[in-house]
C-alpha cells in the first residue's frame, strides 16, 4: 500500500496488492487493483490469469 501511495502509477505494486488481495480473499478489491493496473497501460493478457 506504501508503495501504490508513493506511485500511484506503479503498475507492478498495483498488480503485487492485487495478489495479496486475492489471498486474503478479497476478490473485489483486487479486481478494482488489476483494472486500475490496465487502465495504466498494463495488457490484459498478463493478468488473465489472476
Given at each position: 500500500?506504501n508503495?501504490i501511495?508513493?506511485?500511484?502509477?506503479w503498475?507492478?505494486?498495483?498488480?503485487?496488492?492485487?495478489?495479496?488481495l486475492l489471498s486474503?480473499?478479497d476478490?473485489a478489491?483486487a479486481?478494482?487493483?488489476?483494472?486500475?493496473?490496465?487502465?495504466?497501460?498494463?495488457?490484459?493478457?498478463a493478468v488473465?490469469h489472476?
Amino acid at each position: 500500500m506504501n508503495a501504490i501511495k508513493a506511485d500511484p502509477k506503479w503498475i507492478d505494486a498495483r498488480v503485487a496488492q492485487a495478489e495479496v488481495l486475492l489471498s486474503l480473499l478479497d476478490g473485489a478489491s483486487a479486481e478494482a487493483e488489476l483494472d486500475r493496473s490496465v487502465q495504466l497501460g498494463l495488457g490484459p493478457a498478463a493478468v488473465r490469469h489472476l
